[in-house]
């Protein structure tokens, strides 16, 4: 909880005021603060407002959402047995973190990077801990190796031709911010893999609950639409000119 809280201080104060260089570049008149102390009151925009909590709500439900699956793992570690839970979602999650990460640091984003860094150390530990647990008879093994495997060389090779292909810092990071989109896409409709089981079965214990209330809560967080500023009106010039 305090390493969370340590990043969203970071990404905050990286949002505010930006780095050591676009802090020495950025002019004086514009430089405006993003809090304004007057008169005793904390006066912000709706826009700098925006700016720092919405993407601090996507900080919490994408690590609520990254951590979501881990309880169940572990509590399935004491009984050695994995029961109805499905564990490609989980599989799908080590991908999704670090294809986020990867677009994070890409695009030098530090709210994106603190929306996954966390989270990343609760999928590892999750898929870790589950695959002894699946053993050699598991009907999904052989899904979530595939799916692994293939997605991380399907990472590799993303960033071998983004590298080596001659493209611009700005369409690396696009590029991968579209495979990082992909995957999560993937990712969220990974619960329903068991849709033909608990269709036979009538019984949708393989579809974990909070798992799939993570993701409904995390959707919302990337797609508010921010505030747009309003213009300020220009000075009309003086007809005698200075004084």
């Not at 900080?59 to 050695?80: H, M, Q, W």
Request: charged share 10%; glycine share 8%; with cysteine.
């Amino acid at each position: 909880m305090l390493f969370l809280c340590s990043l969203l201080a970071s990404a905050a104060a990286y949002t505010s005021h930006g780095t050591p260089l676009q802090q020495q570049l950025r002019p004086r008149g514009c430089a405006r603060p993003l809090l304004l102390i007057r008169g005793g009151q904390a006066q912000m925009s709706l826009a700098q407002a925006f700016s720092v909590y919405a993407p601090a709500m996507g900080v919490l439900t994408s690590n609520a959402l990254y951590f979501s699956a881990l309880p169940a793992v572990l509590e399935a570690r004491k009984t050695g047995d994995l029961g109805p839970f499905n564990p490609l979602p989980s599989t799908i999650m080590v991908l999704s973190v670090f294809g986020w990460l990867c677009y994070g640091l890409a695009a030098c984003n530090p709210w994106i990077v603190a929306s996954n860094l966390p989270g990343a150390a609760a999928v590892l530990a999750t898929f870790v801990i589950l695959l002894p647990l699946m053993g050699r008879d598991h009907k999904a093994l052989a899904a979530c190796q595939s799916t692994f495997v293939g997605g991380a060389m399907a990472t590799l090779g993303l960033w071998t031709f983004a590298v080596f292909g001659g493209v611009s810092a700005a369409l690396r990071a696009k590029l991968i911010g579209y495979f990082a989109s992909a995957i999560f896409v993937v990712l969220a409709a990974s619960p329903l893999s068991t849709i033909r089981t608990v269709l036979a079965e009538r019984n949708s214990a393989s579809i974990y609950a909070p798992l799939t209330a993570a993701q409904c809560a995390n959707q919302p967080a990337p797609n508010l639409p921010a505030p747009k500023p309003v213009p300020k009106p220009k000075p009309e010039p003086d007809s005698l000119g200075p004084l």
